[in-house]
């Protein structure tokens, strides 16, 4: 889908912007989303996402997830978030676990040529998601792995 424009008011609650969930291979681009939730959210079961030229704000961002807390293995791979800019947003770019969190598989991201404009949190990877405590704080996390490239060049803060 490109060339969308979808609105709602920045404090009004639970209006995602685009929510993605058991799909793939979607392409997202040349759109404006501002909402008072995320922007796009992508959950269990998206596979080759490709968002490019994405305008957020107001929101929350991007985000990956909440992931591990349905019962079965819970997966999100090949997300690719490219030549966008959030200005006014809670968070840029955000992956998101609950904690406990069951098994989950979150892979293949990447964030590239991304601009931040008064955007408070820039790369959030939350292992412990609790939107309403009180939570178990035991989450299990195996690996996580960023990669200097990506820390170096995907991000302009403005």
Request: charged share 15%; net charge negative; glycine share 10%.
């Amino acid at each position: 889908m490109s060339y969308i424009r979808i609105t709602a008011p920045g404090e009004s609650p639970n209006t995602d912007g685009i929510h993605i969930g058991c799909s793939c291979n979607i392409s997202i681009a040349h759109s404006v989303i501002g909402t008072g939730d995320d922007c796009i959210s992508m959950v269990s079961g998206s596979e080759n996402i490709d968002i490019s030229d994405v305008y957020c704000g107001p929101g929350h961002g991007i985000s990956i997830g909440s992931l591990g807390k349905g019962g079965n293995k819970e997966h999100v791979a090949g997300i690719m978030i490219r030549n966008c800019t959030f200005n006014g947003t809670q968070n840029g770019v955000r992956i998101k676990m609950w904690a406990p969190s069951l098994p989950a598989i979150a892979s293949d991201f990447t964030f590239e040529n991304i601009s931040m404009i008064n955007a408070s949190n820039p790369i959030v990877i939350d292992l412990q998601y609790c939107p309403i405590p009180p939570c178990d704080d035991k989450s299990r996390v195996n690996t996580i792995t960023l990669e200097r490239k990506l820390i170096q060049t995907c991000i302009t803060i403005v």
